[in-house]
Structures are given as C-alpha cells and as structure tokens.
C-alpha cells in the first residue's frame, strides 16, 4: 500500500535512474504519485512506436482514458500498452482462469467501459502487446492471435525482466 514514506522512496529512486520511464498505479496505490504516475494516459514516444501507459488498476478504464486510447489507436503508430491487471480474453482466458478471476480484467464479465478496453486491446492493430503484473509471478501468452501479454513479476521480490523491442 502507497504510504508517504513509500512514495518518497520511490521518486528517490526514479531520479537516480538515467533513463526514461512510464509508471503505472497497481491496486494497492493510489490514483496519482505526483512525479512517478499521474492520472490519465501517458505516452512515451520511441522510434517506430509509442508506450503507452493506462490505469485499469481498478479491474476497468475511465471513460477519458477510453476515449485517448482509442484516438492514439486511430493515429496507427504500434503500441506497447502498460497496464497493472491482465486481459483476459478468448485467446488466453482457459490460462487466466488458473490464476484466478481477482487477477485479471475479463472481456465478458467486465463492466462496460472495462469489456469495451479489452476488445479494444484484442481488436485494434496498433496495439500490438501489453506489459502488466498484478499476478506476483510471471507469465507470457497471446491475447489475441500474434499480441503477446507479459505479466512481471513483483519487483520487490528482486526481479527485474528485460524485454527487448524489435521487428
């Protein structure tokens, strides 16, 4: 749980990174850490893609966040979605169920504006993979036929995965 002392610690930390980075609130943060993840989608520009970063830590999106995400979807540039809790879809939902329901945002159960973000992430072409945790254990799969889901592991367990963009 995000507490003041955490919250310090972590931009602490940030700022000793030398590069650049996107954060996203799990379900155990709050909706904004000013200087480490604000409210609304995020983007972060690389050559060929786009990051983007959305708050469905909530098991749903805003409506706002809805609506971005579909406008950067329209503009056709590939991307990386970062999010906290992962899909679960048709192509992946038999493995997500092992895991468990609390774990992961399902295209059919969801509420509205959660279902609609699931089909969104399954059915648009620029978004090409998504990047989540949630689970405490790592997982890959297709969400969707060719979009690979990556759940990472819990960080502060000592783990850090490095995935490498290319094609």
Not at 65 to 75: I, N, R, V, Y
């Amino acid at each position: 749980h995000m507490h003041p002392a955490g919250a310090r610690y972590l931009r602490k930390k940030l700022a000793q990174y030398s590069g650049k980075y996107l954060c996203v609130p799990g379900n155990h943060e709050e909706a904004s850490c000013e200087g480490v993840w604000e409210t609304g989608v995020r983007t972060m520009e690389m050559e060929g893609y786009r990051i983007v970063a959305v708050d469905n830590s909530q098991k749903t999106v805003s409506s706002s966040d809805l609506e971005t995400l579909k406008a950067l979807c329209a503009q056709g540039t590939p991307i990386i979605l970062l999010c906290h809790i992962p899909l679960s879809t048709a192509s992946c939902r038999e493995e997500m169920h092992r895991i468990m329901d609390y774990f992961y945002i399902d295209g059919e159960t969801a509420d509205e504006n959660g279902r609609e973000f699931v089909s969104l992430c399954e059915q648009s072409e620029a978004i090409r993979a998504v990047l989540c945790g949630h689970v405490h254990g790592y997982h890959e799969m297709e969400y969707a036929p060719g979009k690979l889901q990556v759940i990472g592991s819990q960080g502060m367990a000592g783990a850090v995965h490095l995935l490498t963009v290319t094609g």
